[in-house]
């Protein structure tokens, strides 16, 4: 998912008791399964009028325990008219987002298990139903309906075990009187039925969460081109077709760059991008169709927007290696769907426009989230200890998105260009299709660069803030040596780090012209280092290749 600028720039005030942070998950925050799902069979149809869907959904799903007599899903706000299994009623009750199904006997571990469920739901949020709108006789956005599941919105139209930890396939059917769908997955079948509406069957058997299922019904002009034998389709509104070179002209090189880049192949077997109206958010990465809001693709026509735009596509396609190939175990590991997907954004910059602007776009991030703190000096960590509540899991966008991309960096030039790039290779292969925690990410930096990371996912991942260096330097020509004081100013409290750990270097720029590079490491709140300089010294200047843009430096010289 990507915020739009405008979210970006919302920030929210909030006080927080402190609380002891370990470098480790928080069990409390992973959420205990009964059964793996295996498979979702979906049958639906709409009434666009009373906002209503009709369901008929069957979980086939193995117990992870013997002997339970309930099974719960999350379903909010269903009525549901049966439950059965193999055509036998189950006893069932709703008790509040919930719907709780009584097994005919004790589970076994061995059997698998189709639990049908037949339903109407008028849901709030999950489907969302998109009236025509005109502007006289210009049309602004046809009628719509589609979906969004992140983070635990599939629950008001999907009775499931709607949490990014469980993984399945699904077949879905969508029974409508138009016969513009658009969705994950490959089309099996169309069947034309006696009351003019026709079904639409679609799978997808690559297991993915709950939240990525989508689909999208609407009036549509579809634009298709392909990335070797991979169809790709550009879906928007009637007339509006020349907006497709502006806003997706450089998707099959992004997808180039993000396959040489990663050095995996794209995961699927097809990807689509879909514009909507009325979408909370810039863009939402659902598996094999991307949704993105139309008014964030239209700012493409405007020249100086145009960045902003690639950008989001990018981001999009990004989540196809992260996110929706290995996915986050909890809600409280997001960043290492949208950190990445960030910095995949700068990444791709860098590809297609150098290094001199992949710093840039590296250095706004940076400047985004510091700038974030300002106003909110503690919100969380990268890993979220706040996930719990998923309504303000995106409510401080600036961490996850921002301080995660510009961490992904800076673990890049601590491990070195190459052991960055065989570690992500080696990250995506390993955990193909499977849900990842940080830990994994930590194991193969560690793996393949022989270094010990504990320390640096500890203070840049388990722990909030970033550090704030006072620096002062004193120069002693009869000495031909300089004195560098570091002093870490940041707030210490039990959710911050007190003293950074910061492989640092530093340049010094001499007076007739000659510069230096030495190497400083920090790991005190307050830190003396003395240098060499047989001339005068000019300038010295703190991280001059931009390994660190987290760390703040301030002091009498500094701007």
């Given at each position: 998912m990507m915020f739009t600028r405008s979210a970006l720039a919302t920030l929210f005030l909030l006080s927080i008791s402190a609380f002891a942070v370990n470098a480790q998950p928080?069990?409390?925050?992973?959420?205990?399964?009964?059964?793996?799902?295996?498979?979702?069979?979906?049958?639906?149809?709409?009434d666009p009028k009373q906002k209503l869907v009709r369901g008929d959904t069957t979980l086939r799903l193995r117990p992870l325990k013997t002997g339970l007599k309930t099974l719960e899903f999350d379903a909010v706000a269903f009525s549901f008219s049966r439950v059965s299994l193999e055509d036998r009623d189950l006893t069932f009750r709703t008790i509040k987002d919930k719907v709780m199904v009584d097994l005919p006997t004790p589970s076994d571990t061995e059997r698998n298990y189709e639990i049908r469920f037949e339903y109407t739901a008028r849901p709030k949020k999950g489907i969302y139903f998109i009236e025509e709108r005109r502007s006289g006789d210009r049309l602004v956005h046809p009628a719509q309906i589609w979906t969004q599941g992140q983070p635990d919105e599939a629950r008001h139209w999907l009775p499931s075990f709607d949490f990014p930890s469980d993984k399945a396939s699904y077949r879905n059917c969508l029974c409508q009187e138009t016969d513009h769908y658009w969705r994950n997955g490959e089309t099996v079948a169309v069947i034309e039925n006696p009351d003019g509406t026709?079904?639409?069957?679609?799978?997808?058997?690559?297991?993915?969460?709950?939240?990525?299922?989508?689909?999208?019904?609407?009036?549509?002009?579809?634009?298709?081109?392909?990335?070797r034998d991979i169809p790709l389709g550009y879906y928007v509104y009637p007339g509006r077709e020349n907006i497709v070179p502006f806003a997706y002209g450089k998707t099959i090189r992004m997808l180039e760059a993000m396959e040489e880049l990663t050095g995996i192949s794209f995961p699927f077997n097809k990807y689509d991008q879909t514009m909507v109206a009325n979408f909370e958010f810039g863009g939402m990465e659902n598996i094999t169709a991307t949704t993105m809001a139309d008014t964030e693709i239209f700012y493409a026509s405007i020249d100086f927007m145009r960045g902003n735009v690639e950008d989001l596509v990018a981001h999009e396609i990004a989540h196809s290696w992260f996110g929706n190939n290995t996915t986050c175990k909890t809600w409280a590991d997001l960043w290492l769907n949208e950190g990445f997907a960030t910095f995949f954004e700068a990444a791709i910059r860098e590809k297609f426009y150098g290094r001199e602007e992949y710093l840039r776009k590296v250095g706004l991030d940076a400047e985004n989230y510091v700038n974030h703190t300002s106003t909110t000096p503690v919100s969380h960590a990268l890993y979220n200890r706040r996930a719990g509540d998923t309504s303000v899991l995106f409510r401080w966008p600036a961490v996850t998105y921002n301080k995660g991309g510009v961490v992904v960096h800076q673990l890049r030039e601590q491990v070195g260009d190459d052991n960055f790039w065989r570690a992500v290779k080696l990250f995506l292969e390993r955990h193909r299709f499977s849900s990842v925690e940080t830990a994994d990410l930590q194991k193969v930096m560690e793996e393949v660069s022989g270094q010990k990371l504990g320390w640096f996912f500890d203070q840049w991942v388990f722990r909030s803030g970033h550090p704030k260096v006072r620096v002062t330097n004193r120069f002693a020509p009869n000495k031909k040596a300089v004195t560098l004081t570091f002093i870490q100013t940041q707030r210490v409290s039990p959710l911050t780090t007190a003293a950074y750990k910061l492989p640092l270097e530093v340049e010094l720029k001499f007076a007739d012209g000659t510069s230096r590079i030495e190497k400083v490491d920090i790991a005190a709140r307050a830190t003396t280092v003395t240098l060499k300089a047989e001339k005068a010294i000019n300038e010295v200047t703190f991280d001059p290749a931009t390994k660190i843009p987290l760390a703040v430096f301030s002091g009498p010289g500094i701007k």
């Open positions: 928080d069990p409390r925050l992973d959420r205990v399964r009964q059964y793996d799902v295996e498979h979702y069979s979906i049958k639906l149809s709409f026709a079904t639409h069957h679609f799978r997808l058997d690559i297991p993915h969460p709950t939240y990525l299922i989508s689909f999208v019904v609407g009036d549509y002009v579809k634009i298709s081109e392909s990335f």
